[in-house]
């Protein structure tokens, strides 16, 4: 009886994995949906189960980059993103606030973006300290509910906060700075009723493809969505080279790879170099970021050491068996420690970094090159290595003279052509004309049957501001301020089950707060992204996946299963996470931190009816 339902669940493949599912293929036949009369025929995805909502949303707003650049933005106005990445309908269910001259909050249908606006009275008669207000949200067709909270803060650094509230849904609360004026906080929920709910609130576990096999392992790399790093080992700035590049021109990260990995990206923007000491027979291998690796006198930095990439690297993937990860490597050329002219690898040279190289764990030596790398399905690379997973090397040459050994394939180690990728990069100096750019770009692939024009599609969600601009503002604000909160209204909203990019590529990943680098100060919204792109967004597309969305009611057994595997993704945790980075796992019961006791005479409800006297907060 048992097997029997298990074989029914395969043949249904509509399953997530179970914690030791991942192991256990379908069948090659099943692929194409399964041919079997009665409640199985539910396991196929079919048009008719769609819930993505094409309603016209408001249009959201652009930070105001000339404000920037001000210590003191006068402007009162805060954004709240909220993305719903679920098969149903986040609808506002009321709103009340005080001295905010605009509170204007809606619903967010399935598949989209919201935009709410928040506009803090500058009237110079309110008494700043008690501004603030409460959106109430409940989730159609469930019991689910959750809360925001816009608060006061006078007279701390960062004095207006965010409260996003889901312990009604078992997610937890979490205090959010509002990085500054204009600037969006952001929220995002994968998941359903029937198979739970994730948010952006925290990082879940590490594995995340592994741990969402059933639902992508058909699905060729083309069809996976993931984000990434530009520039991805420039978390520090090492100083191995006698340059001008600073940590605001130069650095582009605040996560080593290890923590890059954690946070969900798979997709590994490295440039490599040998840094050699006057006596050039002596060097050491560098990820560094400059103008032109081939000018005499390059202008950047050195980055992390290539043994430290590699050691992180194999510390996440000990943890974390299973994943796909990519790691693109440029530059591949020696550089001198004092400006003195690019170094041309020769062959001891070259054999040494593929030494360096095959320290790296789960390679995926002699894969089968005939077809294209990102026209093979997910369940080819991770599969390997005993169900491990792949390290992909994807190596550009161009610096390498011909003659000298360049790849090594028996080794994992790929000329970057074995994938054809489009790696789009705006080279634009603002946000706005960027995600413009980037957004008409993953618009003109229709990701539908008979995909004329699929492709692998990198998005650079990044500003390449001018240097004297970069360096008063920094990459790291010009990164979290502006350009990636605006991913998930202008973005999200650009998106639908037949367009979006593969690889999501940001600046700063995980990164919301200013120099705020420790774990619990970091935000989950491209994981949680990533995740719901992958399970909801793809999965209403029937072309691009034959089973029945995984997020819908199954008619089968295995809802326990896709429960798990949720669970997994995004542990079970109702706690309260504060701005100051204090954590409470398990606050007391009936807390929700920052809602008022006491609405003041004058509160507006969303209704438009003013309170004339103070009353008890009606949801305490
Ligand atoms: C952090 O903030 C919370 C809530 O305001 C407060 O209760 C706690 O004492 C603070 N912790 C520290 C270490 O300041
Ligand atoms: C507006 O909303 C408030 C709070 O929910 C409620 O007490 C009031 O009766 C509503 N007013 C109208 C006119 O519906
Ligand atoms: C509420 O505020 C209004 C406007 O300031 C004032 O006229 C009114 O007396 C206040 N009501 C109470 C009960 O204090």
Redesign the pocket.
């Known amino acids: 009886m048992k097997l029997n339902r298990i074989l029914a669940g395969l043949a249904g493949i509509l399953s997530f994995s179970s914690v030791y599912g991942a192991s256990i293929s379908a069948p090659s036949s099943s692929r194409h949906g399964p041919k079997v009369e009665g409640r199985q025929s539910t396991a196929v995805c079919s048009a008719s189960d769609a819930t993505y909502s094409s309603q016209k949303i408001p249009a959201g707003q652009y930070t105001d980059w000339g404000a920037l650049g001000l210590d003191d933005v006068t402007s009162g106005q805060q954004f709240v993103t909220i993305v719903n990445l679920t098969p149903h309908r986040f609808k506002l269910d ?1 709103t ?1 606030s005080y001295q905010m001259d605009k509170f204007d909050w809606g619903d967010i249908p399935s598949g989209r973006a919201r935009q709410n606006s928040v506009y803090y009275t500058t009237r110079l008669t309110a008494n700043p300290v008690d501004t603030g207000g409460e959106a109430y949200y409940s989730i159609e067709g469930t019991s689910k509910k959750f809360e925001i909270r816009a608060t006061t803060h006078i007279p701390d650094t960062y004095w207006r906060r965010t409260v996003i509230d889901l312990s009604a849904m078992g997610l937890g609360q979490r205090e959010y700075l509002d990085p500054r004026a204009e600037v969006p906080v952001t929220l995002v929920i994968t998941g359903s009723d029937s198979h739970g709910f994730m948010a952006s609130l925290t990082h879940g576990s590490g594995n995340w493809m592994k741990q969402m096999y059933d639902v992508i392992k058909d699905r060729p790399l083309q069809h996976l969505v993931m984000p990434g790093t530009h520039d991805s080992g420039m978390s520090t700035i090492s100083g191995e080279i006698v340059s001008i590049g600073s940590a605001a021109n130069t650095q582009t990260q605040g996560l080593n790879l290890y923590d890059q990995l954690r946070v969900g990206a798979r997709w590994f923007d490295l440039r490599i170099m040998s840094v050699h000491q006057s006596d050039t027979t002596d060097y050491a291998f560098w990820v560094a970021h400059v103008n032109d690796e081939n000018s005499d006198i390059p202008i950047g930095n050195t980055g992390e050491s290539l043994t430290d990439v590699i050691s992180e690297i194999n510390r996440f993937t000990s943890e974390n068996p299973g994943e796909i990860i990519f790691l693109k490597l440029r530059y591949l050329i020696g550089i001198k420690r004092l400006p003195g002219g690019a170094i041309r690898w020769d062959e001891g040279i070259a054999n040494n970094f593929f030494t360096e190289l095959k320290k790296i764990n789960n390679r995926c030596g002699n894969l089968d090159t005939a077809t294209p790398f990102q026209q093979r399905p997910a369940s080819y690379f991770m599969d390997q290595n005993d169900g491990s997973g792949c390290v992909l090397f994807l190596l550009d040459t161009s610096n390498i003279p011909s003659g000298v050994p360049s790849t090594s394939p028996s080794d994992g180690i790929y000329p970057a052509s074995v994938m054809a990728v489009t790696d789009h990069w705006s080279d634009l100096s603002t946000t706005q004309p960027v995600a413009e750019d980037q957004i008409a770009t993953w618009s003109a692939i229709n990701r539908a049957s008979p995909f004329t024009n699929d492709r692998f599609l990198i998005a650079q969600w990044l500003v390449s501001a001018d240097a004297l601009q970069t360096t008063a503002l920094t990459i790291q604000n010009i990164a979290i301020m502006p350009t990636n909160p605006a991913l998930y209204w202008a973005g999200v909203n650009a998106m639908s089950p037949t367009k979006w990019p593969n690889v999501l590529l940001v600046d700063y990943i995980g990164v919301v707060i200013t120099d705020q680098f420790a774990w619990n100060q970091l935000s989950a919204e491209l994981y949680t992204l990533a995740i719901g792109l992958n399970l909801y967004m793809l999965s209403e597309n029937c072309d691009v996946s034959a089973q029945r969305s995984p997020l819908l009611p199954s008619a089968t057994a295995s809802t326990s299963a896709a429960k798990l595997a949720l669970q997994n993704i995004a542990p079970s945790w109702n706690g309260i996470i504060f701005a100051n980075g204090t954590v409470l796992d398990d606050p007391p019961a009936g807390l929700h931190f920052g809602r008022v006791e006491v609405l003041k005479n004058g509160t507006v ?5 003013v309170l004339e006297r103070d009353v008890r907060n ?1 949801h305490l």
């Open positions: 009321s009340h409800f969303g209704n438009g009816t009606p």
